[in-house]
């Protein structure tokens, strides 16, 4: 059975980090690209960035470019989320998806999802 499991939210004030982290069960973790997308309250889902499956190309959503970095480690099933420089509009819940095709915005569908983690940035 395919999961992905997400962690690593919570509440921090802006300008703070947070890193998530995403661990793959049931399938081969590296033959995936893979993405964070993010989903705040009253809002439809948001791609936020995506890495492809040798984890050498990324691709980001101009509002995170320079604050956050997406990143995976094939050994350990682990898609990961660095995020910097968190605002009050980052605040959503937080998935990662496996991709059907290419990470890339333009092009992302997606098969499975995690169950959320959710980020609050707040003073």
């Known amino acids: 059975e395919v999961q992905l499991v997400d962690s690593g939210g919570g509440e921090v004030q802006p300008g703070g980090s947070l890193t998530l982290s995403c661990e793959g069960f049931?399938?081969?973790?590296?033959?995936?690209?893979m993405t964070w997308v993010r989903q705040a309250p009253g809002k439809g889902p948001e791609w936020v960035a995506g890495i492809n499956y040798r984890g050498d190309t990324t691709y980001y959503e101009d509002s995170v470019k320079g604050r956050f970095t997406i990143s995976r480690d094939n050994t350990k099933n682990r898609l990961y989320l660095q995020m910097n420089d968190l605002k009050p509009e980052d605040t959503a819940l937080y998935y990662c998806?496996?991709?059907?095709?290419?990470?890339?915005?333009?092009?992302?569908?997606?098969?499975?999802w995690g169950q959320g983690t959710q980020v609050t940035v707040s003073s």
């Open positions: 049931g399938f081969t973790f590296r033959y995936f690209d």
């Open positions: 998806a496996r991709c059907l095709g290419s990470a890339e915005k333009e092009y992302a569908e997606y098969d499975y």
